[in-house]
Structure formats: structure tokens, C-alpha cells
């Protein structure tokens, strides 16, 4: 892989924690998680891995509409006058304790739209941003503000917010007399540029549902053509109000709605790219075994490598349902990482050991390091000791000494592979709680949650290879 790319700096991920509580089977009063450039959550089935990956991505990807103090008369003026010129710093500083207690308000009030469930059922649930208002207030300043807006055909700019990094003041300017809603467009600008997800960057989550949507996401899409096509006819007794909510409204959570929304674009955000990510796709196709193409009307096909040879001459083209489990299950990291990914994206995948045999288990592990590496960062829920153990390799193989590039030649780790213990965080989910995982540099991650599982299942087999053996029980 010769493409290179100098990624963006990594946004300072120390204001990535939580405080959760009594979110779906977490019970507890009070739980906390960070997230790191490569964050693992593990635990057995049912102890809410997903609903956290879930209102992580709400949190991040939808934020809401916020009241932020101050800024109706910034609107007003900046309306009037075309232009202004705000002391961003001065406001953030006076304001920073409202501002983190508005953005948890609306998180917990965006509860029930994120999972699509009922109000009742998260009244006591909570997931709130833990900063320290010095920190938030030393990070938006560091970091620089490049908000612009343009509509049209023409993608005309009709608003602009810039902040330089390491500045406090900012400019904003309008150059449109018919203004959306400004007050919701700024509040939004800033809010992302506070929790460190510009507007310019991706939430990505591929949800453990997703071979059966890669399979059947245009038939998911084509219910609201339906309920349009309804719309049409001259029927007195249609409710419009109604109708209009039934298009509008998915029945699906949030990640699921927006990745069928993502697949059913795909026809149109198709282009070529170079750099590392592509490259970083065309190594995920050599774990797949072959490649893929999408038409324009969105069909998947799939190409298999054939495997008696060592080139890339290929066998027939197939339809998509007819490819393996393992190409339905990678399909969509791989358009992410060819179509849409950019540095400093979230990218989030529950089980991505879906469908995997161990050898590609480990093979993906060391494929989301490099993805850890290059600029993304990386949150994956995983019930799969072969990812955990090759990602323990890895943070081993970071100890800087004379044998480090011996043993990573020996078996074949490159650079970018290897991760500092402090960019890794994981995550045990278990008896209704959140607790870490300990991590260092001698052993990787102490994944309790595996090894009493493999010790018992070790000593049931040695008991029962030794009792036939010696006819005693």
C-alpha cells in the first residue's frame, strides 16, 4: 500500500467520558466509560454494550436543538447587520457550566427519539457528558472553528463561522437576506465544535443487524414511496397529518435508520478516492476474498477471488445474496472506507467479529488498529477473544526495545499496527455495571470475561478426556 495521507490531528479525546445511568439493563445509579482513539466494550449477551454504542452515536450524531445562553441576541445582531465579530472565548468562559448542562438535558431528552421507544421507559435513564468547565473551556479555544453553509445548485456560502486554533475571537457572516433558522444553525455549529464532532465529520455505526439490511435496505427505504404513493389518490377519508408522520417517522433506532438512509445514497456518493482509507479498503477486501461493485441503482454484486490462483483473475460476478456471510457482514466498512470516511470520524461496529473464521477475526483486529491509527476513532463491541487477544499483541508490540523489531518482523506486524496502552480503553459490562478493564504494556487488556470462560471450558475437557481415559469420575 504506497497511498499516504497526513491526517488532521486527532481531536483530544480526554472529554470522551460518561456518566450513565439506568440506561436499558444497566441498573446502576451512577456508571462511568471513556472512549479512546480504540475503545473495546465487552461482556456477556444482555448487559448493554449497544444501548451505550447507541446513545453514543445519538449523542454525537443528532444535536437536537439547543437554547444555548446568549446567542438570540448574537442571531439578532448578526441579522441586522450582516457580519459580526464575537468574542467566542469571553462568552465560553462566562457560560460553560449552562452550556454542559444544556447539551445533558437535551441528550436525555433525545432518549426515546435515539432508541425509538417510549418516553416511560427512559425516565430514570440518564447518559451525561462528564467534562470539567476549564477543560471545555481550554479545548473550544484550542481548537479551530471552520463552520460555512451553502445552499443552491450553485452551493452558494450564505453563513460562515471561523475561529482560528489557539484564538478566541471569531467571525461570523451572512450573505443571504432569506436565513433558515439561525439560531438553531449556530447553537448547532457550536455544540459540535464543543463535544468535538464538526459538522464535516462522520458518526458511523454498522449495527449487528446489518447483513439482513445490506440484503433488503431498498426494500426497507421503499415503505415511504408507498405511503406517498398513497398521497396520490383521491381518498377523502386519508388523514395528511397522519400520513406525513407515518413517512416521516422510522421504526427503527436511530444507528439503524441512519445506515439504511447511508446504503440507500451510496448510488449517489460513489467516487473514487485515493489515499489511506482506500488503501485501508483494499486491504479489507483481501479478508473478504474479493471485491465489490454498486450500480447506480444501488444493486450490490459480489466477485470472488479465485482461489487456485495467486493473481486477481476473478469468477463470475454474483448477486449479492448469493456471496458469503463474511462478504454481507464487511460490505459496509468497506464502502465507508472507500465512499465516506475522513480523519477524525467515530466509526462504531457492533460484533465485528460477525460471521468471521478466527484467522479474519485477527486479520480485523489489526485492521482496526491501523484505523486507530490513521485518524479514527474506533469504539467496537465485541464478544470475540481472537480480536482481543491479537489487539493485546499489538499493544505488547509497543514497547520500544531490541526485540520489538525482530518479533514484528518475525510475524509480520507493520508500524501503524502497533498501540500505545493510553490510546486503548475496555470496557467490562457486567451485573447491571460498567467497570475498566485493566490495560499495560507487559500483558494488554486483563479480559477477565474470556479467560474464566476458556480456563473452565479447558478444565471441563481435560476432565472429560481423563475420566474415559482412566474409567474414573
Request: aromatic share 10%.
Amino acid at each position: 500500500m504506497n497511498a499516504t495521507v497526513n491526517p488532521k490531528p486527532q481531536l483530544d479525546l480526554a472529554s470522551w467520558q460518561f456518566q450513565v445511568s439506568k440506561l436499558g439493563c444497566l441498573t446502576a445509579d451512577v456508571s462511568e466509560i471513556e472512549f479512546k482513539p480504540l475503545t473495546l466494550v465487552c461482556g456477556q449477551n444482555n448487559t448493554g454494550k449497544t444501548w451505550v454504542l447507541y446513545a453514543l452515536y445519538g449523542f454525537l450524531a443528532d444535536t437536537g436543538m439547543y437554547k444555548l445562553p446568549g446567542i438570540d441576541d448574537l442571531s439578532n445582531e448578526l441579522l441586522s447587520k450582516g457580519q459580526r465579530v464575537w468574542d467566542f472565548g469571553a462568552w465560553l468562559t462566562e457560560n460553560c457550566s449552562k452550556i454542559i448542562k444544556t447539551i445533558n438535558s437535551d441528550t436525555r431528552r433525545r432518549l426515546p427519539s435515539i432508541f425509538n421507544s417510549s418516553p416511560d421507559f427512559f425516565k430514570e435513564a440518564n447518559f451525561a457528558w462528564k467534562v470539567a468547565p476549564q477543560q471545555l473551556i481550554d479545548q473550544g479555544i484550542a481548537r479551530e472553528i471552520d463552520f460555512r453553509l451553502a445552499l443552491g445548485r450553485e452551493r452558494n456560502e450564505i453563513f460562515r463561522l471561523v475561529k482560528p486554533a489557539n484564538e478566541t475571537i471569531a467571525n461570523l457572516v451572512i450573505s443571504s437576506d432569506s436565513f433558515p433558522d439561525i439560531n438553531t444553525i449556530l447553537s448547532d455549529a457550536i455544540v459540535r465544535h464543543l463535544i468535538g464532532n464538526p459538522s464535516n465529520r462522520n458518526v458511523f455505526l454498522m449495527p449487528a443487524e446489518r447483513n439482513g439490511l445490506h440484503l433488503f435496505y431498498r426494500e426497507l427505504a421503499s415503505r415511504r414511496t408507498a405511503l406517498l404513493h398513497r398521497a396520490t389518490k383521491k381518498d377523502k377519508d386519508i388523514d395528511i397529518i397522519q400520513l406525513i408522520q407515518d413517512v416521516a417517522k422510522s421504526r427503527y433506532p436511530q444507528p439503524i435508520a441512519d445506515y439504511i438512509d447511508w446504503l440507500n445514497a451510496l448510488p449517489d456518493i460513489r467516487k473514487k478516492r485515493s489515499g489511506i482509507y482506500h488503501g485501508l479498503a483494499e486491504e479489507l477486501k483481501k479478508i473478504i476474498g474479493g471485491r465489490y461493485d454498486i450500480d447506480s441503482e444501488g444493486e450490490i454484486s459480489f466477485t470472488p477471488y479465485k482461489a487456485r490462483r495467486g493473481d486477481k483473475e476473478t469468477s463470475p460476478k454474483l448477486e449479492f445474496h448469493l456471496s458469503s456471510s463474511t462478504a454481507k457482514s464487511l460490505f459496509g466498512l468497506w464502502a465507508y472506507l472507500e465512499y465516506s470516511a475522513e480523519p477524525g470520524d467515530a466509526l462504531m461496529i457492533d460484533e465485528p467479529e460477525l460471521n468471521l473464521h478466527p484467522s479474519n477475526q485477527r486479520k480485523l483486529a489489526r485492521l482496526l488498529a491501523k484505523l486507530a491509527n490513521h485518524g479514527l476513532r474506533v469504539i467496537i463491541s465485541t464478544h470475540s477473544d481472537y480480536i482481543v487477544r491479537e489487539i493485546n499483541s499489538m499493544i505488547m508490540l509497543s514497547k520500544q526495545n531490541e526485540i520489538q523489531s525482530a518479533l514484528m518482523k518475525r510475524f509480520g506486524y507493520s508500524e501503524d499496527e502497533t498501540l500505545s496502552p493510553d490510546k486503548v480503553a475496555a470496557w467490562l459490562f457486567s451485573n447491571q455495571t460498567i467497570s475498566a478493564m485493566p490495560i499495560d504494556a507487559e500483558e494488554g487488556i486483563n479480559a477477565s470475561t474470556f479467560d474464566e470462560q476458556i480456563h473452565d471450558l479447558n478444565e471441563t475437557s481435560d476432565a472429560i478426556f481423563y475420566a474415559y481415559r482412566d474409567g474414573e469420575i
